[in-house]
């Protein structure tokens, strides 16, 4: 099992970047895929980015492909997810999720076992 803390978001104007991380501790955590998805009260989280556990394979969003991109550390068990050209809409909670899945399906909710708190992204026009 692992644990997910998330750190990076804010408020920033629309056009601006922000960069989330999340650190993972606890067994192997280099070997998880790991995601990022975003929720807002009353709707099912939404899947933003994903990453296989060796960063050979990534999945978008179409909604933030050209402006997002994940990538991870192994060595410092950390996952990133650089946030530019942001949008009033990417406004929400960000989380990070961890799971043991193949590449197909990265963009899968249900296929992330262990969750972070969120960490909460303002974007103002």
């Known amino acids: 099992q692992v644990q997910l803390v998330e750190s990076g978001g804010g408020l920033v104007q629309a056009g601006g970047s922000l960069t989330l991380s999340c650190a993972a501790s606890g067994r192997a955590p280099g070997t998880y895929s790991m995601a990022w998805f975003r929720h807002t009260p009353g709707k099912e989280r939404e899947f933003v980015a994903a990453i296989t556990w060796n960063g050979d394979k990534t999945a978008y969003a179409d909604s933030v492909k050209g402006r997002f991109t994940i990538s991870r550390d192994n060595a410092k068990n950390t996952v990133s997810l650089q946030m530019n050209n942001l949008k009033p809409e990417d406004t929400d909670a960000y989380y990070c999720?961890?799971?043991?899945?193949?590449?197909?399906?990265?963009?899968?909710?249900?296929?992330?076992?262990?969750w972070g708190q969120g960490t909460q992204v303002t974007v103002s026009s």
């Open positions: 999720a961890a799971g043991h899945l193949i590449a197909q399906r990265l963009g899968n909710l249900r296929a992330y076992d262990t």
